[in-house]
């Protein structure tokens, strides 16, 4: 899948960097090597300031720098570019279709008609679209494509924070799309099937087919503390937005078997979470291994919770 906006300039071709804002830090995760011999050379975890991401939403860039000065000096400097994950709901993600035309085409016809579909207009934002493997029976009539767009204003800012610190981005798009690329694996996988990364304010949950992300949809649920994240009343909210996803995708893809989904993110190792999810949703439930899933050597040992981070780095090996 395409990043919202990409830059191609690579220092270093045999390493991979990505950084993920969420949460209430800034991830990074560097690789080098290639798919099947994947290993870990940096991990680090900058925290981030009260009030920077406001539930899942930049909402003071300005004090990213901080941020971006300490981890430039943890690296001891940017020695590759790095594709940079932004909060899922800075950005507007839409599936759309048209008739079968080449990609140039599609984006040319979505300039023209931006408006009707996102709540601002196409001068105002920074854009970009990739096809998508729907299963639809029209599709050979078709080209489906996700669109991906926030407000130019918002990403201008960024770069500008990122330069200031010495950091050369590769790409930007929004973590929720790295965290699918992370949980689909290196190949895909077979058929239809949910990934949902549950995190302390905001919960991503995503309809997969074969390799594509087709629906992306985030929901606001407080686990901000212990005593949320250890009673049902916490969790609860978890399992109806997975029912209500279910019933929609359904009614969307009858031809469609749903029958399993992927667990992650920084709570999604709750071990109450897949029972819940498995009896109340009818679902199999697998928890995230990206270590396992991608065959990665860490020396630091597991990755959990730099899933975001990871999609990220391997955006461009796959």
Known sequence: MASIFTKSSRKNRNSFAG??????SLRYLELSGALGSLSVVRQEMIPLGRGII???????????????EELKSALGGFHCPVA???????????????????????KEALQLEFDRFFP???????????EVEVPNREAADKIFVLAATCRRRAV???MRMTARAGMTLSAVEPVNVAFFRAAAGPRGKPGGYFVVFVEPETTHIILGYRDNGILFRSASV????????????GL????????????????????????SL?????????????LLLESGAALTVSVLDVRELWGIYSPAGGIGGFEAAFGLAVRNLT
């Open 54 to 68: 406001v539930k899942d939403s930049l909402a003071d860039t300005g004090r990213l720098l901080p941020a971006l």
């Open 156 to 158: 201008d800012d960024l």
């Open 19 to 24: 950084a993920a804002l969420h949460g209430d």
């Open 236 to 259: 609860m909210p978890i399992l109806r937005d997975v029912q209500n996803t279910v019933v929609f995708a359904g009614n969307q893809y009858k031809e469609l078997a749903l029958d």
């Open 262 to 274: 992927v667990l992650g993110g920084l709570l999604g190792r709750d071990s109450r979470l897949p």
């Open 120 to 130: 601002y207009p196409y001068a105002e934002a920074a854009a970009d679209i990739s």
């Open 84 to 106: 940079l994950g932004i909060p899922a709901r800075d950005v507007i993600l839409r599936l759309l279709d048209y008739p079968r035309m080449d990609i140039g085409d599609v």
């Open 222 to 233: 407080d686990l901000t503390t212990q005593e949320l994240r250890e009673s049902d009343d």
